[in-house]
């Protein structure tokens, strides 16, 4: 599958967890397991998975890491790799590859 950046695999765990409520409770209970096998990637041991549950009277704001001296960002990583196989045809955004839709039909497998 071709490179995602943290906000567009957020995006697509956000929406799957509200379509699907046996997804939304096992992406709690086990975010890893979830993200690893959703998005065919193993997450580095020293790499923490956290699920968080918004209620009525809390909202949280993920505020995103700053890239050390030298480091590319998320931006910086999808130009080098080529991108993430999506276009924009007049403000819609296209997949090239099926991409989107092979992470669909995984969702089906997971839990």
Do not use: H, W
């Amino acid at each position: 599958m071709a490179s995602m950046t943290r906000g567009e695999m957020q995006d697509l765990l956000n929406k799957f967890s509200l379509e699907n409520g046996t997804y939304r409770t096992a992406l709690i209970r086990d975010p890893r397991k979830v993200v690893e096998k959703q998005f065919n990637i193993a997450i580095p041991a020293n790499v923490k998975v956290k699920a968080v549950e918004e209620d009525a009277n809390t909202m949280y704001v993920v505020v995103p890491r700053t890239s050390a001296a030298g480091e590319l960002d998320d931006a910086d990583l999808e130009k080098v790799a080529g991108g993430s196989g999506m276009t924009k045809i007049k403000g819609d955004a296209k997949c090239e590859s099926g991409m989107l839709n092979t992470v669909v039909s995984i969702n089906a497998s997971l839990i």
